[in-house]
């Protein structure tokens, strides 16, 4: 499962990280890159104001036991009449199944949770998509550039949500330690943190601006 869904092989997963090349003459990118961060405030201002949320977590997520913290701002927003549903990387984390399993804990109800493959075709329909501690597997890098270590791997396509807010603790890489170009497309917010401070701060903001 992991081998297909990195696309490498059993060695490399079991052995090794992802190795970065050098870039190729002439390839290095030295345009200026800006993010734009969120806060609080507007991060549930967009979440209250959306149709359709999709939540992509990833290994940050676990790191930081934030996952009651995120299946209570689930919950916010089921209570406010809007759809909200997880997206769920084969490999998010560092073993297959783990996001399933920590959402199962935090009571989030199966029928809630969606598979890569089923939530992919369906981010375009998607107002706001909120990706907690994940980076590799949301990076488009892997569908962009041939020459991206990660080339051919399979990603959420969490860039095409109408926006797309990233809670992350810093801008660094993931696991691969390389960028991700999603933090600098127009549709992108960073909310930086600590995942479980910021979802409940998050969470209790949603609840707020449902219940005015």
């Given at each position: 499962i992991m081998c297909d869904a990195m696309n490498r092989d059993i060695m490399n997963v079991i052995f090794g990280g992802i190795s970065v090349p050098a870039k190729k003459p002439g390839a290095i990118d030295t345009a200026p890159k800006v993010h734009v961060e969120a806060g609080v405030d507007s991060a549930a201002a967009q979440l209250a104001a959306a149709k359709s949320v999709v939540i992509v977590p990833g290994y940050g997520m676990a790191v930081a036991r934030a996952q009651s913290a995120v299946a209570d701002l689930a919950n916010a927003l089921r209570a406010g009449g809007i759809q909200c549903r997880f997206g769920i990387h084969p490999v998010a984390g560092r073993m297959p199944g783990q996001m399933n399993v920590l959402l199962a804990e935090a009571g989030v109800p199966y029928d809630w949770v969606l598979e890569m493959e089923e939530i992919n075709p369906d981010m375009d329909n998607t107002d706001v998509c909120v990706v907690i501690g994940a980076n590799d597997i949301t990076n488009s890098a892997a569908e962009e550039d041939p020459d991206c270590p990660i080339a051919g791997m399979p990603v959420m396509q969490v860039w095409k949500a109408k926006k797309t807010i990233?809670?992350?603790?810093?801008?660094?890489?993931?696991?691969?330690?390389?960028?991700?170009?999603?933090?600098?497309?127009?549709?992108?917010?960073?909310?930086?943190?600590?995942?479980?401070?910021?979802?409940?701060?998050?969470?209790?903001?949603?609840?707020?601006?449902?219940?005015?």
């Open positions: 990233f809670m992350k603790r810093s801008m660094a890489g993931g696991y691969a330690d390389i960028e991700n170009p999603v933090f600098f497309k127009e549709s992108t917010e960073m909310l930086l943190g600590d995942a479980k401070e910021k979802t409940d701060e998050l969470a209790r903001k949603v609840k707020e601006i449902l219940a005015a």
